[in-house]
């Protein structure tokens, strides 16, 4: 099951078999070395949020802008919440009504009425430091009808289906190759799914934790003969697709492909809510357990809702719950999220009920920090794993669990009741209805209490009953802490906590941030009290007692950090060669590290080293230890040299052969002048050029040389003086024709060259 994990890190697989050329010194693969108090560190936060996606409840921000949730994150968590669903982050064709974002352009995070892509990643930070998990809502099975815009590399033809549109929602190939509005993806085709996971990796790196998959429905299965799930649901993330009715409307028969989209994602209950809503409109209460449920379908692969946005915002094309009182959807929701295993979702109405007034970007209601639907919540996660029993009695529903219950009336207010306790579920005792207050009496057999004004209770066995979560000090509230890499780690995490917050991250913690030669920083809440460095959780320090705002850990002490002047944070020498290697990147590698040991210390740094850095004119730098023997250069561990020798410092190793490297290579004045320049009017999240001569077509390897991104949609690389022709790309099948260079400080933008300024 997915637990959160913190953002830019994928599932590590220990174990993995890595094959070199040669046998590299020092390389051991080891389990974390977490120490015990950190290891129970690792699960829950101070809110009683559940530890998983499945395992909490959702809150749908529909509509709403990221720093609208951002700002809202504390009662969020308050309100009992593990999620937040975002509407979708993609670009769309137009601005303003809400149903225009799920028109999108194309697969990449793009400005839309919810905000920019920093946007969404602060919304992510932040979320983070309350435990809460952000979902994002994707659309996958097609882009806006207009194709004038959408991302270009997906116009092609043989990216479309030519169906037609759907006319008959039981016929299977209809609802997997037809149209339902746009055009319909070839969700068959190897280049679109591609393209589609790496977006959910662009959303992944940005601290998102889960995608919600719009028209799941209408992309096909393995079974028949569509790869799309298996591909863009690997990442590691939580998965839930939106299958409304299910695979196709026939009322059975369809079992086996449900099942099969389990395989892959959590699926909704949308007709099983629509059975809660209705019966509570009409003053009764449903009779039905589940609909999916009862079909075969494992409760932990289940969400439910007692209302979606399609429900509210279609008007009459689909649902009618904007008919419906708050009270209503809220007694629907209390008895779809207080069972165990399913996950619910809690709809945040928007200001209108007119499909053409609903604009993206406007925040919706804040009911959800009501003290009926905060009880639920708090009920559903405190209650995780015990099993529960529906059933009915004095048109009242009820979720029996082992030490709680929820009662909900079909009609009505503060009234006395009694109903059954289903097959004795609920241990026997007092209890207290958390809403009200009001004592209960629970017998083998029977439940006998008052029903406050909601029409809600939620039950605790007396003494038992959580008290509310002590609010944490604000987050918001940062100290910056310091870390000296004397060990030369190639990637420094911080893991923290305090005595009253055991919960302030999960291990092995937050990337830090290198601010100085091998001095790294993070950003910390002021109330944490406890740290432990890591090397991506493989190597580790000791527990340490945090010293205090602006101190630096270096081999085994604190002390205070100075940017610069102090003996901690020595200045750069004179001599900016002194302790620096360089490698002459003749490979035109796109990624260039070093990887160095000594005879005494075969450890040093973990393969595949550390990343140099581009001094220009393609040599690379890197300041290593000066104890340091031998070095290995590579592309990022894909190809490498030998096993070499050091040569001293402020050499240079080019072309299998070290030499002096007094200086680096000045720039020049006007930096364009040794430039090439694209405009990425593709938007592609990576540009690679690729370029050779008519005498040296080996110049550099397919995709060629990652480009740097320097605003405004232009790219930048520096390219030898001979090379000829050029070839751009995003280094996964889209790429521009052949072209001829034609000069230096130039820039190719829609079929064309013009100088750059």
Known sequence: MYSKTKKRIRNTILGTALSFSMVLPGIVVTAPAVTAEAAARTSGNSYGLADSIQDGVILHCFNWKYSDIEAELPAIAEAGFTSVQTSPAQPSVKSGTWYWLYQPLGFYVGTNDLGTKEDLEDLCDEAEKYDINVIVDVVANHLAGNHTNIQGDLKDSQYWHTYGKVTSWADRDQVINGEIGMPDLNSEHPYVYQTVSNYIDELQDLGVDGIRWDAAKHIGLPSEGCNFWPEVTDQGLYHYGEILVGPDDRT??????????????????????????????????????????????????????????????????????????????????????????????????????NKEDIKAGAKGSTHFTSDEVSAVNQFHNAMDGQPDYYTTGNNCAVVSR??????????????????????????????????????????????????????????????????????????????????????????????YWSDKNEHMT????????????????????????????????????????????????NNGSWTEYSDGSSEIIPEDPEDPADGSIFYKNTNNWSD??????????????????????NTGNNVYKAEIPTDAQYAIFSNKGNSQTSDLTLDGYGKIYDNGNWSSYSSEPEKPEDPADDCIYYQNTNNWNTVYAYYWSSSNTQMTTWPGVKMTNVGSGVWKTDVPEDAEYIIFTNGSGQQTGDLTINGTGKIYNNNGWSDYS
């Open 506 to 553: 999960t291990w092995p913690g937050t990337r830090m941030t290198n601010v100085k030669d091998n001095t790294y920083s993070i950003d910390i809440p002021s109330d944490a009290e406890y740290i432990i460095f890591s090397n991506r959780g493989s190597s580790q320090t000791d527990d340490l007692t945090i010293a205090g705002e602006n101190m630096i850990y």
């Open 252 to 353: 059975s028969g369809n079992e086996g492909l449900m099942k099969e989209y389990t395989k892959y994602m959590t699926v909704t209950d949308s007709t099983y809510g629509k059975t809660l809503r209705d019966a509570f409109a009409s003053g009764t209460v449903p009779t039905a357990f589940g609909n999916w449920s009862a079909r075969g379908i494992s409760n932990d692969k289940l969400i439910y809702w007692a209302e979606s946005h399609d429900t509210w915002s279609n008007n009459q094309d689909w649902g009618y719950s904007n008919t419906m009182s708050q009270n209503v959807i809220d007694r629907a929701y209390a008895v779809a999220a207080s069972r165990n295993d399913i996950s619910a979702l809690y709809f945040s109405r928007p200001s209108s009920a």
């Open 592 to 613: 260039v590290y070093i990887y160095y040991w000594s005879d005494e210390n075969t450890q040093m740094t973990t393969w595949p080293g550390v990343q140099m850095t």
């Open 402 to 495: 082992e030490t709680g219950a929820v009662v909900v009336a079909g009609s009505g207010e503060n009234f006395n009741v009694t109903v059954p306790n289903g097959g004795g579920t609920t241990q026997a005792g007092t209890y207290v209805d958390a809403i009200t207050g009001e004592k209960w009496t629970v017998t083998s057999e029977s439940m006998s209490g008052r029903i406050g004004s909601t029409g809600i209770s939620v039950l605790y066995k007396e003494g038992t009953l959580p008290e509310n979560p002590d609010e944490p000090d604000d987050p918001s509230e940062t100290s910056t802490v310091y870390y000296e890499n004397t060990n030369n780690w190639s990637d420094v995490y911080a893991y």
